[in-house]
């Protein structure tokens, strides 16, 4: 599953670490799992995750572990039938124009 279509305009760092706890909602992730599922440095996920958090759209808990978890605003509703598929030619240039 993939974060909201509102929340895809970020860098592809922040874009990836969303998708990834989208994922794992529930769960959540540790950073070294994070760091697995995003192919990217640690300095660019620590940055991603800083911005994230100062968005508030990432919270994270440390109890025993540091755990992150996304915010329930970016998680879609699986009830609204967001299709993940690639759309047709004119759905894309449709939404590349803003229309």
Request: no cysteine; charged share 35%.
């Amino acid at each position: 599953m993939a974060a909201k279509p509102e929340y895809r305009d970020r860098p592809d760092v922040e874009v990836a670490l969303l998708d990834a706890l989208v994922d794992r909602g529930d769960e959540g992730m540790t950073v070294l799992e994070l760091r697995a599922a995003v192919d990217a440095d640690i300095d660019a996920v620590e940055e991603a995750l800083s911005a994230l958090k100062a968005d508030s759209l990432i919270t994270v808990e440390s109890e025993e572990r540091v755990r992150v978890y996304p915010h329930d605003r970016v998680v879609p509703d699986p009830d609204e039938g967001i299709d993940d598929g690639p759309g047709t030619l004119v759905d894309a240039v449709r939404d590349r124009l803003g229309l």
